[in-house]
């Protein structure tokens, strides 16, 4: 009895809520004609963008409400934002599919959608009088209608699908780029200019190998160690293009090697039996390893783990210390560079870590996996 009228308060409460968001809609309806008419002079840009980012926000709350009164969620369907001018803006605002069908959601909201609300507050007063009524009828009518309206459609999911892969795309060949800049610093002045250092060492000890063999042989030593180095820079960077550790021992043993040499305990569970695409190793591995610098570094835990586990279609990867939390990416460039190496492959990066700790990064990876087998296998390192 005391649940059914708490839910036929809130079915009130509902329905007051509703006529205030549908008079706000009227109102929405008014600043978009005025801005619409007032297009050509100036003032019309600002007063579109105000209104559609108000219309956003009004069906974003009957999103809720219909969420809340169906018990099944209904998402979003817009377009992430884009920076630039007020045209740019309105330009991005108006190819969102989600924002013509928000008009005509406007224009039932505003209309029909008031009325009903109108109707479901006299309905909920009687409700709350008569209690033997079947509650809330009107307002289930209301929230069925603006599910219909409101909730993404395959046109604009796959609007939505193609900002993200666009995005992850611009992002790729920016990673690619600032990678192979690396390289090439890392070649220039490493092995390039010990390999320079060599050669010249080596033209004067041919000079001199008559006249002065003493000082030869002390220039043929410097160039065999100046030799050694440029080996070992090159080693250098071919293990971090590819470690030599993962083409061996795949994933799991290269994660477990990293745990091995942390100065922290760092437990490695996986139920991962089976060897993946090189790049989709390459990454999860060059990201285990930098959540586990940071671990090192910033995180003062004494306990740390790794889980490799297969997801749907996915790499699922959680790093997770017990250390002070307060991981922020904008303070740093690794956590950044992760999401950057996850997103070329359509990945994704989600980091919680509140101050006080503990600090998790769940990292979800999409590649090709085959089924999984009834036993699993798990291993601490
Ligand atoms: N596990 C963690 N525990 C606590 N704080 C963390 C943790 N990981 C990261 N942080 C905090 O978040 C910030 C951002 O981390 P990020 O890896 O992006 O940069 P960084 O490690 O400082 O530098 P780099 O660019 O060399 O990685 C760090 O400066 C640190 O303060
Ligand atoms: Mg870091």
């Known amino acids: 009895m005391g649940r059914q009228l ?16 549908g008079v706000l809609a009227l109102a929405l309806l008014g600043f978009v004609a005025v801005g619409t008419v007032s297009i050509a002079v100036w003032v019309g840009l600002p007063i579109l963008l105000l209104s559609v980012r108000g219309v956003r926000l009004v069906a974003d709350a009957h999103r809720r409400f219909a969420t809340s009164l169906l018990g099944e969620p209904v998402e979003s369907p817009y ?24 008009l005509v959601w406007l224009l039932f909201a505003s209309t029909v959608g008031l009325l009903l609300s109108l109707l479901a507050l006299v309905e909920s007063v009687l409700d709350l ?60 002045d490493g092995a390039q200019a010990r390999l ?14 008559a006249r002065d063999p003493e000082s030869a042989r002390q220039l043929l030593t410097e160039a065999r160690e100046s030799n050694s180095i440029a080996l070992a820079e090159l080693r250098d960077l071919v293990r971090g293009i590819h470690p030599p550790v ?10 477990q090697a990293l745990a091995l040499a942390a100065p922290v305990p760092v437990e490695v569970h996986t139920d991962l039996d089976e060897r993946l695409a090189a790049p989709v190793e390459s990454a999860a591995y060059f990201s285990i390893a930098e959540a586990l610098a940071n671990v090192i570094k910033h995180s003062g835990a004494d306990q740390a783990s790794v889980r490799l586990g297969r997801g749907a279609d996915a ?59 009834t036993l699993p296998s798990s291993g601490t390192a």
Not at 196 to 209: C, D, K, P, R, T
Not at 246 to 254: E, F, S, W
Request: charged share 20%; glycine share 10%.
């Open 315 to 373: 790499l699922d990867i959680q790093v997770q210390d017990n250390g002070v939390g307060g991981a922020d990416a904008e303070n740093g460039t690794g956590l950044r560079g992760i999401a950057r190496r996850l997103a070329a492959f359509d990945g994704t990066l989600t980091l919680t870590s509140p101050t006080g700790g503990p600090t998790t990064l769940v990292m979800v990876l999409p590649c090709a996996l085959s089924s999984p087998k």
């Open 246 to 255: 993962l083409a061996d021992r795949g994933l799991v043993g290269a994660v």
């Open 79 to 102: 377009l992430k934002p884009v920076r630039g001018n007020l045209l740019v803006r309105l330009r991005a605002v108006a190819s969102d599919p989600a924002t013509w069908r928000d």
């Open 6 to 21: 708490g839910y036929r308060l809130r079915l009130f409460g509902w329905a007051l809520s509703l006529i205030t968001l």
């Open 196 to 209: 320079v250092a060599i050669g010249m060492n080596l033209g004067l000890a041919e000079e001199l190998l």
């Open 129 to 188: 009088i008569f209690w033997w009524l079947p509650p809330g009828g009107l307002l289930t009518l209301q929230a069925r209608l603006c599910r219909a309206m409101l909730r993404p459609t395959d046109r604009t999911r796959s609007a939505q699908r193609i900002q993200q892969l666009t995005e992850s795309r611009a992002l790729t060949v920016d990673t690619n780029a600032a990678e192979l800049r690396r390289i090439e610093r890392d070649l220039h």
